[in-house]
């Protein structure tokens, strides 16, 4: 059983409305591997859903979390609002500096993101904690916590190993300046903490608006509570023993709540480059991401993955082998009886037709409809041959496949391929550019025997109808005719095409030439 249903079915025997949650700090440009989280979340909310359960998926930002430092993209002067909410400081323009007409900080960050989780699909119930904390939903857990400041403290030790200050306290209030740190609380009468800052000015905040915040790892805890959470997945930092996921449990009942059902998750990594960190600076964000990769094949690379083994996240030549099999499942899903297998394999192909199932960007859409009836592959190969849509739509209508307009799906995969094509992430082994001349590399390449094959060929191609499967077969039948293998055959097209031994699908690619042209090509050897 795939994972986000082995999920739902555990949430079923909890009984009730499930409600799935996942959440993000918008401190800075979010990476792609945030999307690990968001799509787990999201999948395992689809599932409860396939499964006829009630359930609502909510995404919380983090946006009462204070900025923690000025980021590489932010100027200098930022540093005066270290330790802000940043909910409540200004969004950066385009030159770093604070935009007071760019709304808020946190907005700035999230917008692009949430565009590009419409893009996969996932339309959460959007939290903004800080609107939370302002309409007084934490009060009365502020209020429990303070109540229960020493067993929360001994909790925090006993789980995580921590050792916890004497002056703790479960509620940081902002000071006069707007920021959390350096304030110390010095007294409670509810509703109001009373403090000094940094600056020595005395003040008190109200627990009942947004004058401060619980800590993480009791803010955590409370919003279980506060909005009914029943599963919420999260990163093996928060997910490991003695981490604020365990923690948070304890604290959550403490609290009067019911904790959620817990899920570890693994993070993407960049191929060979570690995991992604927005603040180290080795990322790749989601519009980035999206703008190279088919909406359904990021979910499927979510989907086919289990949750507690990490992921390679590669937009260079793995991601045509995921194209492939995600394509190679499209094409052929496994549909053996129960009946006829083994326990094991049932269980592969329940699994490979969830994460079919889950890849799909609208719930319940028909997969063949997400590749718009084009290979990965031989839409690649017309991105770097034609020099316009236009040229592309007339190719596929000529080789069948294409009936009319292309459907919105087909132009999306085309603009996100010529994104692909003309970046950095594509393949330079996948890069082709069709000979007007015989290079002189290929000339010294050529062997008798393929000069031998392409003059045979040269003869058969003049009378050949010019299709793909035409093609196809007069190469075969030559090769045979011949006597020369079919790897040395093709290997003598690639040089006198392409300039180098191996490129895409021969028969596809000569197909899309002018057989004058390739006749002509093919006479210089």
Not at 167 to 187: A, E, I, K, M, Q
Not at 237 to 260: F, K, N, R, V, W
Request: hydrophobic share 35%.
């Amino acid at each position: 059983m795939h994972w986000a249903d082995h999920t739902a079915q555990t949430l079923q025997q909890r009984g009730g409305s499930q409600v799935i949650a996942s959440g993000i700090t918008p401190s800075g440009e979010f990476h792609v591997g945030h999307l690990r989280e968001i799509l787990t979340a999201e999948m395992i909310h689809r599932a409860c859903l396939d499964a006829g359960m009630d359930s609502r998926y909510i995404f919380i930002v983090d946006s009462m979390d204070p900025l923690r430092r000025t980021y590489d993209f932010l100027a200098p002067n930022y540093e005066q609002y270290i330790g802000c909410p940043l909910a409540y400081i200004p969004a950066p323009g385009p030159d770093g500096e604070p935009d007071p007409d760019g709304g808020s900080y946190a907005e700035h960050f999230l917008g692009p993101f949430l565009r590009a989780l419409r893009e996969i699909g996932v339309e959460p119930e959007v939290v903004m904690n800080h609107e939370t904390y302002e309409s007084g939903a934490f009060a009365d857990k502020t209020h429990s916590a303070i109540g229960q400041r020493g067993e929360i403290s001994e909790v925090i030790e006993e789980v995580s190993g921590r050792e916890v200050p004497d002056d703790w306290f479960p509620y940081n209030p902002l000071g006069s300046d707007g920021s959390l740190d350096g304030v110390r609380v010095t007294g409670y009468e509810h509703p109001h903490v009373q403090w000094v800052d940094r600056h020595g000015v005395e003040g008190a905040s109200d627990i009942r608006t947004g004058q401060g915040k619980l800590p993480w790892r009791i803010d955590w805890a409370a919003r279980w509570g506060i909005h009914g959470i029943t599963c919420e997945p999260a990163g093996k930092d928060h997910g490991a023993a003695g981490g604020s996921y365990d923690t948070g449990i304890p604290i959550c009942e403490m609290l009067g709540g019911q904790p959620p059902h817990k899920m570890v998750y693994e993070w993407i990594q960049l191929k060979g480059m570690g995991p992604m960190s927005s603040s180290a600076g080795v990322t790749v964000g989601p519009l980035d991401a999206l703008g190279l990769v088919p909406p359904e094949i990021m979910r499927y690379v979510i989907a086919r993955s289990k949750v507690g083994r990490h992921i390679d996240f590669d937009t260079g030549p793995a991601l045509f082998q995921t194209a492939d099999e995600y394509e190679r499942l499209v094409a052929d899903p496994p549909s053996g009886s129960d009946e006829e297998m083994t326990r094991r394999q049932q269980v592969a192909q329940d699994t490979q037709l969830a994460a079919l199932r889950l890849s799909q960007v609208k719930r319940g859409s028909d997969p063949s409809s997400s590749i718009a009836g084009v290979s990965f592959r031989h839409l690649a190969m017309l991105a770097q041959i034609k020099s316009s849509d236009d040229d592309v739509w007339a190719s596929l209508r000529r080789s069948g496949h294409l009936d009319g307009e292309p459907s919105d799906a087909l132009t999306g995969r085309m603009r996100r391929m010529r994104n692909w094509v003309d970046g950095p992430h594509f393949p330079d082994a996948a890069r082709i550019e069709v000979q007007s001349n015989i290079s002189d590399e290929a000339g010294t390449s050529l062997t008798d025997e393929h000069r031998e094959f392409l003059s045979s060929l040269s003869g058969a191609l003049s009378d050949c109808e010019w299709t793909d499967a035409a093609i196809r077969d007069c190469i075969r039948a030559t090769t045979a005719g011949v006597g020369i293998g079919g790897r040395d055959a093709y290997v003598a097209l690639y040089w006198v095409i392409l300039g180098k031994h191996h490129g895409p699908k021969a028969s596809s690619l000569m197909s899309e030439m002018e057989r004058e042209d390739l006749l002509s090509l093919i006479s210089e050897t």
